[in-house]
């Protein structure tokens, strides 16, 4: 098993060439199921603060705005900077953000104080809070968002 047989099973296609193949929602759950441990193990893959390694240490894959479906719909990238980036296109905001009550799935809550779903894979390898927020997406229908786009 290898970052091949990984992809097959959690990442077929990806983020910018799903399209209407599959809704951001549900495209973004199999990805990131992909990242509970049992599968990382079957796949001989480890995770290190969002990136998968090979059992050699070398970096075949990482979690970012370039592999996110909803970021493939969603994000502005008229900025220079990936922290400059909105997540908002032709004023069509990310279905997450209303999910997670007008914070980006990067953005930490202060009271109290939580990490965000992304954070928590990034500095916890907990994939388990967005693997909730996708859940939650894909029952409220959010995954018609970003149809055809």
Known sequence: MSIKTWRKEFYPVSARARKAKQAPAAHSLQKW???????????????DKGSLLTERGTLVFEMDDTTCAFCAVHRDDEFETPWERRCSKNGDPCPLIALRHGLRCYENEL???????YDALIIKNNPEPMIQLLQRAVREGTEKEGRGA
Do not use: V
């Open 111 to 117: 009271r109290p104080y939580r990490l965000s779903p």
């Open 33 to 47: 199921l992909g990242l509970r441990k049992e599968a990382l193990e079957r796949h001989g893959l480890t995770l």
